[in-house]
């Protein structure tokens, strides 16, 4: 059964500094609502109980959406604001949360095995928080499935551009049945020459606890960190590892110039700002 998800929020966002120095890039709103936010709901309707967070020094403010804010709950129970009250409430409750510091920014495959003391020998997620996926939640129920058929890790895969392949983790696969398949081999931000797909890594992982055996053994890579897609290529030669094709949209807001286009997008769905947006936009745009 898998019920544990572990999302790592350590690094420092530095594409979006200043702005990264003292908000943590999962803390940015789409709309009124933080980014951090979508990732965990999606696993939490996925049936995923227990929530690691790697996290540093600097991300204070994660913990704190988590929490109870006891004074501004008053505040807003005494200027009847009673349906953001509720919102609040609802957040403070949503989850129990698990704080674990990785102490020195080593890289995500780093960043995951921090995690092993609390995960353990069980299986369990991996969800990158600057990723929003399209009927997420769905996406995670079917790797979860795919897992008790075969009892093999699963990761998240998505057709992109041949123009962004070489800023992905690339995925060699075979077809096992639609939408499952079977990963090869797994290529970090090939060229498009070497590229052996055009699937990339969403940002969705589940894994067996071996990835931790496979971690302590990856050599830390450039700038001195330890690659997940290492990890992964090591425990394709002892065990299969497979994939399942996300059909749906995936936002990618660990680039400013993504974070822009998910906000504009998500802003056009909502009925009360659309209108008044697209007017704006059009009027922009034509000047």
């Given at each position: 059964?898998?019920?544990?998800?572990?999302?790592?929020?350590?690094?420092?966002?530095?594409?979006f500094?200043?702005?990264?120095?003292?908000?943590?890039?999962?803390?940015?709103?789409i709309i009124?609502k933080?980014?951090?936010?979508f990732?965990?709901?999606e696993?939490?309707?996925?049936?995923?109980?227990?929530?690691?967070?790697?996290?540093?020094?600097?991300?204070?403010?994660?913990?704190?959406?988590?929490?109870?804010?006891?004074?501004l709950?008053?505040?807003?129970?005494?200027?009847?604001?009673?349906?953001?009250?509720?919102?609040?409430?609802?957040?403070?409750?949503?989850?129990?949360?698990?704080?674990?510091?990785?102490?020195?920014?080593?890289?995500?495959?780093?960043?995951?095995?921090?995690?092993?003391?609390?995960?353990?020998?069980?299986?369990?997620?991996?969800?990158?928080?600057?990723?929003?996926?399209?009927?997420?939640?769905?996406?995670?129920?079917?790797?979860?499935?795919?897992?008790?058929m075969?009892?093999?890790?699963?990761?998240?895969?998505?057709?992109v551009p041949?123009?962004?392949?070489?800023?992905?983790?690339?995925?060699?696969?075979?077809?096992?049945?639609?939408?499952?398949?079977?990963?090869?081999?797994?290529?970090?931000?090939?060229?498009?020459?070497?590229?052996?797909?055009?699937?990339?890594?969403v940002?969705?992982?589940?894994f067996?606890?071996?990835?931790?055996?496979?971690?302590?053994?990856?050599?830390?890579?450039?700038?001195?960190?330890?690659?997940?897609?290492?990890?992964?290529?090591?425990?394709?030669?002892?065990?299969?590892?497979?994939?399942?094709?996300?059909k749906?949209?995936?936002?990618?807001?660990?680039?400013?110039?993504?974070?822009?286009?998910t906000?504009?997008?998500?802003?056009?769905?909502?009925?009360?700002?659309?209108?008044?947006?697209e007017?704006?936009?059009?009027?922009?745009?034509?000047?």
């Amino acid at each position: 059964m898998v019920r544990k998800a572990v999302i790592p929020t350590a690094g420092f966002g530095t594409r979006f500094l200043p702005a990264t120095k003292s908000m943590p890039k999962e803390m940015f709103p789409i709309i009124n609502k933080p980014i951090i936010q979508f990732v965990v709901e999606e696993a939490l309707d996925a049936g995923i109980e227990n929530f690691v967070f790697i996290t540093g020094r600097h991300k204070r403010p994660i913990e704190h959406h988590f929490d109870i804010n006891r004074d501004l709950e008053e505040v807003l129970k005494n200027s009847n604001k009673l349906e953001l009250l509720e919102n609040v409430k609802k957040i403070s409750h949503l989850i129990n949360p698990i704080y674990i510091r990785q102490k020195e920014p080593k890289g995500l495959g780093d960043a995951v095995l921090v995690s092993e003391p609390v995960v353990g020998d069980e299986p369990f997620i991996v969800s990158l928080p600057d990723v929003i996926v399209e009927g997420g939640t769905e996406v995670l129920k079917k790797m979860i499935e795919i897992f008790n058929m075969f009892g093999k890790g699963v990761v998240a895969l998505y057709e992109v551009p041949e123009e962004e392949v070489s800023s992905y983790g690339i995925a060699k696969v075979k077809e096992v049945e639609e939408d499952v398949l079977l990963i090869e081999d797994l290529v970090e931000k090939p060229s498009l020459e070497e590229a052996p797909s055009n699937l990339a890594i969403v940002g969705r992982y589940l894994f067996t606890p071996k990835i931790f055996k496979k971690l302590r053994e990856t050599k830390p890579g450039k700038g001195g960190e330890v690659q997940l897609t290492d990890a992964m290529r090591k425990l394709l030669e002892e065990e299969a590892l497979y994939a399942y094709k996300v059909k749906s949209k995936v936002y990618d807001t660990g680039t400013p110039l993504g974070y822009i286009k998910t906000l504009l997008e998500f802003a056009l769905k909502e009925e009360d700002i659309r209108g008044e947006l697209e007017a704006y936009l059009r009027e922009t745009l034509l000047k």
